[in-house]
């Protein structure tokens, strides 16, 4: 991989960091009504994103790496090594929560006022999670334990659709992969997209993988696009006004269009604007813990929720979902976002050191015979 390129994956690095934390805002409970704002309330398409740049990236890293079954499996298995073990560990402090709320009810009376132990969260929705079913079962559970695993269970089968269609593609895998890319996007325009896991994560990761073969295409060619150096800040300024503006999820597969945008115009412009700001080393710092960032967040909300109601026992509010919630003063609300995201960075960065990052040199010294 040239210097450039890695340079350039840098900056997706830090695109990627700042999405999981709108992730992070658009599950933070409505303790006020200064959260209704539709920027966080439509970050759940940052997952979107997220699927569009791994494509982006699997791509570029594996697309002539993987001519036999040996490569496949261990391709496979690098992935697993990379999603599972935080993966897994989060799924553990959930099944640990459900035991304390078993607890709490069986030994002091205390019960939830959205959901009692085990209930959504049972023997079959743990069996999903283990398997990474979750989110592609006709029947899955896909917002049970660790709700944001949905897309680790899309992504990692999303990933052998990837490896399979390269080994057996051959010279026509490009068309598979603009074949697969427009298929879940025509299912997706008749389904519910936020419940159509599996179509969101084919359609945004075969769409990254598209980039990247359009983008490769073109280095060998004799014409240069002349992209300007404001035009990827022009592209986030439009991300972020979608996100803003949008009123209607008939709109939400234009996610993968301003995606595609940002990616292309990120990598393609050797020295845009945006991407100077986006090689600031804590901005990549943030995208490189980002996963952990993004697996951790939904159970330290947990915590800091359970704080409010039961230590600091504030009224709590029925929403249009059926989901109590308590209610804050606005000062105190913004303290307590400002908690969330400094407890999530804190146990982020304990993750990446302890769990994500030992896992994944463990996987790529593994041994495979010959």
């Known amino acids: 991989m040239s210097e450039w390129h890695a340079q ?76 599972y073990p935080v993966h897994l560990l989060f799924l553990c402090v959930f099944v640990f929560i459900e035991v304390a709320k078993l607890l709490a009810e069986s030994g002091f009376g205390l019960t939830s006022p959205n959901s009692a132990a085990f209930r ?32 680790i269970s899309v992504e990692f ?36 997209f936020k419940s159509a896991y599996l179509l ?26 002349d992209v300007p150096s404001w035009a990827s800040t022009l592209v986030l300024v439009m991300l972020v006004l979608f996100l803003v503006l949008k009123t209607d999820s008939s709109r939400d597969p234009f996610i993968y269009l301003l995606s595609s945008l940002l990616l292309l115009t990120l990598v393609v412009q050797r020295d845009g604007i945006l991407n100077r700001m986006l090689r600031q080393r804590f901005l990549v710092w943030l995208g490189t813990i ?35 919630v308590p209610q804050l003063a606005a000062w105190e609300m913004l303290l307590a976002i400002g908690v969330v995201m400094g407890a999530v960075i804190m146990v982020s960065v304990l993750v990446y050191r302890l769990v994500e990052q030992p896992w994944r040199v463990r996987s790529r010294e593994a041994q495979w015979p010959e």
């Open 157 to 192: 089968y999303t990933y052998l659709i990837f490896a399979v269609v390269t080994l057996l593609g051959g010279r026509g895998r490009n068309i598979a992969f603009a074949v697969l890319a427009i298929l879940a996007l025509g299912l997706l325009t008749g389904a519910s």
């Open 290 to 324: 980002s996963y952990s960032v993004y697996m951790s967040h939904l159970a330290v909300i947990w915590g800091v929720n359970q704080f409010i109601r039961l230590i600091l026992q504030r009224p709590e509010a029925v929403g249009a979902d059926g989901i109590s």
């Open 8 to 83: 350039r994956i840098e900056e997706l690095e830090s695109v990627r960091g700042l999405a999981a934390l709108l992730v992070v805002c658009f599950h933070i409970p409505p303790w006020h009504s200064l959260r209704d704002m539709s920027l966080i309330n439509n970050s759940y398409l940052m997952v979107d994103l997220f699927f569009v740049l791994s494509g982006f990236v699997i791509f570029n890293a594996w697309h002539d790496r993987i001519s036999s079954a040996r490569d496949l499996l261990r391709f496979q298995f690098l992935r697993f090594g990379r999603l």
């Open 200 to 225: 969101r994560g084919i359609a945004g990761f075969f769409i990254g993988c598209l980039v990247a073969v359009a983008i490769t295409h073109s280095r060998g060619r004799s014409w240069k696009v």
């Open 120 to 151: 959504e969260n049972n023997l079959l929705a743990l069996l999903q999670q283990l398997f990474l079913f979750q989110a592609i079962w006709p029947a899955g559970n896909a917002d049970t334990f660790n709700a944001p695993a949905w897309s």
